[in-house]
């Protein structure tokens, strides 16, 4: 960890959930992490494990109802979040925090050009006017490497092929130069040829805005050679915290063990897809122990009991689990 370096943006204990038909949903669990000026970290875990919701809390983007934060602070640059107006909080949005969402079709709007949709988003946040703003929309699109930018600016979004798509979102995300960065999945919908070209781009962006990164992916190939620390979520918990480097030499929790495992195994038996074995447990009725128990191998019977602490093994690794614990 680098503490010398101050943080940019501490999650303290958020705990979101959602007032459904069918109950209380317990989306996010305490979650607590702190991310340092011009870092860059990953969040991993399987499908449903609540990385998509945590950042959207931390940037407000959740639709409450059916959402509620419980719990919880969200501090950037020391101010909470949480607890600001929300048009203090929609000018923070998209000046000082961007996000770069898994699908670039959804974001855009069919019906305006991209220097349209560009020109607006720049106008509103730096108060240029359209000439002004049409050239820094060119300017931008240039930076992510869309050829002949000019010409582009007066396409429809239809008329760019995904990877072009998602350059423009992210040349959208970074007009205000934003401090931090945070991208949901950003090639998942993208060929494959096409997702390591996103990566560099992201890459190059966060590298000479000198910004931070919260990079969200299934891709553990992406996670190695992106970011500098992973934190690996399971049922809205974060179980383990490390450095990239110490998370694949020497995972420590048995889920985090399981997921590179399960990763591992794809690569060596094409078109079998093993899991870790058992369920998620459902998140309207979670365990009293570690909600990992009932698929752990190594489980003990304080685990099912009680709720695992979360045990500094050491300097900058953090892991949820009793294996590690004198207590157990
Ligand atoms: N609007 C909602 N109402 C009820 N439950 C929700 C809502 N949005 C998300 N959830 C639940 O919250 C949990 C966390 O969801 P989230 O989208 O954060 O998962 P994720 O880790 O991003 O998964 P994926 O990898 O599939 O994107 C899931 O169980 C999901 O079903
Ligand atoms: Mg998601």
Redesign the pocket.
């Known amino acids: 960890m680098k503490e010398n370096l101050s943080s940019l943006l501490e999650v303290r204990n958020l705990t979101i959930d959602?007032h459904?038909m069918d109950g209380i949903?317990r989306?996010i669990n305490g979650v607590n992490f702190s991310l340092f000026k011009k870092e860059k970290i990953g969040i991993v875990?399987e499908?449903?494990?609540?990385?998509?919701?945590?950042v959207l809390g931390i940037m407000g983007l959740l639709?409450k109802p059916?959402?509620k934060v419980r719990e919880g602070q969200v501090l950037f640059k020391g101010r909470d979040l949480l607890t600001l107006p929300e048009r203090e909080f929609a000018e923070i949005r998209g000046s000082k925090i961007s996000m770069i969402f898994q699908n670039p079709m959804t974001s855009l709007n069919p019906v305006f050009t991209i220097g349209n949709q560009m020109g607006h988003v720049i106008r509103i946040h730096q108060g240029l006017r359209k000439k002004e703003s049409i050239e820094k929309a060119i300017e931008l699109l240039q930076e992510v490497g869309i050829p002949s930018p000019e010409k582009r600016i007066d396409e429809y979004p239809h008329q760019l092929s995904g990877g072009m798509r998602q350059r423009v979102m992210i040349a959208m995300a970074i007009s205000c130069r934003p401090q931090l960065i945070i991208a949901d999945?950003p090639t998942t919908a993208l060929d494959v040829t096409i997702q390591a070209q996103i990566i560099d781009v992201i890459q190059d962006i966060i590298d000479r805005f000198e910004s931070s990164l919260i990079l969200?992916t299934?891709d553990l190939a992406v996670v190695a050679e992106t970011v500098e620390r992973v934190l690996v979520?399971y049922a809205?918990k974060i179980v383990e915290t490390g450095s990239v480097q110490e998370l694949f030499e020497s995972p420590k929790h048995p889920y985090t063990q399981g997921l590179l495992g399960w990763i591992t195994n794809i690569e060596t038996e094409r078109g079998k897809l093993p899991t870790i074995d058992g369920m998620v447990p459902s998140?309207f009725n979670l365990p009293e122990g570690c909600s990992f128990s009932n698929r752990c191998k190594q489980c003990i019977p304080i685990c099912i009991r009680q709720e695992p602490p979360n045990i500094e093994i050491k300097p900058g690794v953090l892991c949820r689990c009793w294996l590690y614990s004198e207590e157990r």
């Open positions: 959602f459904t949903a989306a875990g499908s449903g494990c609540g990385k998509s919701v945590t639709q059916p959402a999945e969200i299934h979520m809205g998140i």
